[in-house]
C-alpha cells in the first residue's frame, strides 16, 4: 500500500473546447513529507491545439476510512492563455498589412465591454503586457489606443495574434478586437 504523504501521484484532465493541454511533465520538489507540511510541485504543461475551458488536477486526499480505496480531490488549475503567448515586434505597415489579411469573420473577434474600474492607462498597458503580447508604439493614428502583436504557440501551429484595444473614457466602455 502507497503511503499518501509520500507517494504522490496526480491524474490531468482538460475539459471543453477540444481539450487539448496536455501534462508534459511533473515534478515534485519533496521526496518524503510529514503530516501538515507543505508540498511543492511544478506542472509543465503544452498547448495541443485550441484551448481548453480549465484542467483538473486530481490530488490524492489519502485512502477512504476501511476501505483502502484512494480518494482524490478534484482542482480547477487555471490554464491562461499566456502561458502559451510570446510577444513580436513589427512596424505599422507589418501590422495593418497583416490586420487587412485577417478578412474572413472567423479571424476576428470583436467585444464592446463597460469599464469596471477606473480607466487608467498604465494599469490598461500593464494588463495588456501580461497576457504575452508586445504592446507597439506609433502604429494606431490614435494615441489612446493600444495595438498588439503575438504567438500562440501549439504543438500543431503558431498562431499569429494582433489586438486592437480602442478605450472610449467619455462612455467608460472599450472596444477589443483580436
Same mark, same amino acid.
Given at each position: 500500500m502507497?503511503d499518501p ?7 490531468v484532465t482538460?475539459?471543453g473546447v477540444?481539450?487539448?493541454t496536455?501534462?508534459?511533465k511533473m515534478?515534485n520538489?519533496?521526496t518524503?513529507?510529514r503530516p ?5 510541485f511544478?506542472?509543465l ?5 485550441g ?7 486530481a490530488?490524492?486526499? =489519502?485512502?477512504?476510512?476501511g476501505?483502502? &480505496? ?6 480547477? %488549475?487555471?490554464?491562461? !492563455?499566456? /502561458? ?12 495593418f ?11 476576428e473577434?470583436q ?11 498604465e494599469i ?6 501580461g497576457? =504575452?503580447?508586445?504592446?507597439l508604439?506609433? &502604429? ?6 493600444? %495595438?498588439?502583436?503575438g !504567438?500562440? /504557440?501549439?504543438q ?8 486592437r484595444?480602442e478605450p ?11
Amino acid at each position: 500500500m502507497l503511503d499518501p504523504l509520500t507517494s504522490i501521484k496526480m491524474k490531468v484532465t482538460a475539459t471543453g473546447v477540444g481539450k487539448k493541454t496536455s501534462l508534459q511533465k511533473m515534478h515534485n520538489d519533496a521526496t518524503g513529507s510529514r503530516p501538515s507540511q507543505r508540498r511543492k510541485f511544478r506542472v509543465l504543461r503544452e498547448l495541443l491545439a485550441g484551448l481548453c475551458e480549465f484542467t483538473r488536477l486530481a490530488l490524492p486526499s =489519502g485512502f477512504g476510512v476501511g476501505s483502502g &480505496v484512494r480518494q482524490f480531490i478534484n482542482v480547477k %488549475v487555471p490554464v491562461m !492563455i499566456s /502561458h502559451f503567448f510570446s510577444g513580436v515586434a513589427m512596424t505599422s505597415d507589418d501590422f495593418f498589412n497583416r490586420w487587412k489579411q485577417l478578412s474572413l469573420p472567423q479571424q476576428e473577434a470583436q467585444k464592446i465591454f463597460q469599464a469596471t474600474t477606473s480607466m487608467d492607462t498604465e494599469i490598461d498597458k500593464g494588463k495588456l503586457i501580461g497576457f =504575452g503580447l508586445t504592446l507597439l508604439t506609433d &502604429v494606431d493614428p490614435n494615441p489612446d489606443n493600444f %495595438v498588439g502583436a503575438g !504567438i500562440i /504557440h501549439t504543438q500543431e501551429s503558431q498562431i499569429g495574434c494582433l489586438l486592437r484595444l480602442e478605450p472610449s473614457k467619455n462612455a467608460k466602455m472599450y472596444r477589443l478586437t483580436l
